[in-house]
């Protein structure tokens, strides 16, 4: 079993985070929309990348990039990031539609 929940956890903070940030901007209705849209994909991406460097950290070193001196650790956590964001603009894994959500549900709550 992995060890997700510290992993939840610091992402929930990022998301309140934003939340408040998003939350507090005066911006016109469609450049929120625009803006919140952004920081919930953001927010997928970065999920996503701190998921898949769990992950491939529980495979050891062994393989091309493996721990050998010439930047196997770099160049993993550059795979990491761009398979993230690969998988973010294919569509996703459904947690930036649930973020957006929250944050449009939280800022017309705010603001009526």
Do not use: W
């Amino acid at each position: 079993m992995l060890p997700l929940a510290p992993l939840a956890a610091s992402a929930g903070l990022a998301v309140g985070q934003a939340l408040a940030g998003a939350v507090s901007s005066g911006l016109s209705a469609a450049a929120d929309k625009t803006k919140i849209q952004k920081t919930a994909k953001d927010f997928e991406a970065m999920f996503l990348e701190q998921s898949l460097d769990v992950l491939n950290r529980s495979q050891g070193t062994d393989g091309p990039l493996g721990e050998n001196g010439t930047g196997g650790g770099v160049y993993r956590s550059m795979l990491n990031k761009e398979y993230a964001q690969s998988i973010v603009q294919s569509g996703g894994v459904g947690i930036g539609d649930q973020v957006m959500r929250e944050m449009l549900r939280l800022q017309g709550g705010a603001n009526g």
